[in-house]
């Protein structure tokens, strides 16, 4: 057995939602938690909440729970653009999707097994 030769990390109780948003203050709120590397833009604490609570009610929208297993792909790309990805099922001009169309797809998507 491998053991660190630092102490052990004390682990609270809470999610870790509430860990860092549950005693936001106005003042919090309007500090910066994230800055864009490619284009330098910044998210308040604020608005990065406000972004969880959009993504979190569209999820559970769609039937998500907190038994649902999902995978989230976060490339790692410095361009200002989405990068274009090819679609599982290519449009007939065989050109690719971008973000916004993948988003629509998505939200168009109503079978239980997509």
């Not at 057995?1 to 936001?24: A, R």
């Not at 910044?42 to 969880?52: M, S």
């Not at 090819?86 to 939200?107: E, G, M, V, Y």
């Amino acid at each position: 057995m491998f053991t660190s030769p630092f102490p052990d990390v004390e682990i609270p109780e809470l999610s870790i939602y509430d860990d860092l948003f549950g005693d936001l203050s106005a003042e919090d709120s309007a500090r910066v938690a994230l800055i864009g590397p490619a284009t330098g833009a910044e998210t308040t604490y604020g608005a990065l909440k406000a972004q969880i609570d959009a993504f979190a009610g569209a999820l559970a929208a769609r039937g998500v729970t907190t038994d649902t297993v999902l995978g989230v792909l976060c490339p790692s790309c410095r361009r200002r653009r989405p990068r274009r990805m090819p679609s599982a099922s290519p449009p007939n001009d065989s050109s690719c999707w971008t973000a916004p169309p993948l988003q629509k797809r998505a939200a168009t998507r109503t079978c239980a097994s997509c």
